[in-house]
């Protein structure tokens, strides 16, 4: 069975650039969930989608949107990037979405802004 | 506001020996913990998941532990491997409200030296 996988794997933008991550789930996996992670913050969630609509949000702001797809696909798009912005950004996939379903990650976009 | 404390942030230990990472949480109502392996440039991996009626589970040389009084757990490494070197993640859930409510620890990256 295929894992998550995630694309672009690297990307570098400037300042006021927008950018779209792409990442595809485990095949039967509902839920994709969309994560920022720093060195200092540790993951930081985003949002969550299942079924094709945004169930959970985090505290960011609306700059970072995504959406999902009828095939679970989902899309992350962050607009007018800033230098804050540089991150790895990892999505992860599960059945349902509870919480006691195991998220499985994927190799994460690793987002530099300069 | 919901914390997870990891300690220590970084640790070197020889090959071969054990070692034990300690998470501390004021996460409560609580459902779950999971402890999470991220190799360098990989999306974190689920190693364990421990509900508040468990005090220990095990995986292979991997084993955590939980007290749930105390808002306390450890993973210990046993007979530690070069492969072992990653960052380990705490990672804890409430018994309610989507994922933005679950906390991620910031991670305890270890080193296994030869």
């Known amino acids: 069975k295929a894992g998550v996988t995630q694309t672009p794997r690297y990307l570098i933008k400037t300042r006021g650039q927008q950018v779209t991550l792409s990442c595809s789930p485990i095949?039967?996996?509902?839920?994709v969930s969309w994560y920022q992670q720093t060195p200092g913050q540790g993951l930081q969630f985003l949002f969550e989608y299942f079924s094709e609509t945004q169930r959970n949000k985090g505290n960011f702001p609306g700059r970072f949107s995504g959406r999902q797809f009828s095939n679970s696909r989902s899309e992350m798009n962050v607009s007018t990037l800033e230098l804050g912005d540089s991150a790895l950004y990892l999505c992860?996939?599960?059945?349902?979405?509870?919480?006691?379903?195991?998220?499985?990650f994927g190799p994460g976009t690793r987002l530099t802004v300069l | 506001k919901n914390q997870v404390e990891q300690s220590p942030q970084s640790l070197i230990i020889l090959e071969g020996k054990n070692c034990t990472l300690q998470c501390n949480y004021t996460v409560s109502p609580f459902s779950n913990l999971r402890w999470y392996k991220q190799d360098t440039g990989r999306g974190p991996v689920s190693l364990t998941i421990m509900t508040f009626s468990e005090n220990t589970k095990s995986n292979g040389r991997y084993t955590a532990t939980l007290d749930a009084d105390t808002k306390q757990s450890s993973l210990h490494i046993t007979a530690s491997q070069l492969s072992d070197s990653a960052s380990y993640i705490c990672?804890?859930?409430?018994?309610?409200?989507?994922?933005?409510?679950?906390?991620f620890g910031i991670g305890t990256k270890l080193q296994v030296i030869p």
């Open positions: 990672v804890v859930s409430p018994n309610s409200g989507g994922y933005q409510k679950v906390t």
């Open positions: 095949s039967g996996h509902r839920s």
């Open positions: 992860a996939s599960s059945l349902a979405g509870t919480f006691t379903d195991t998220q499985y």
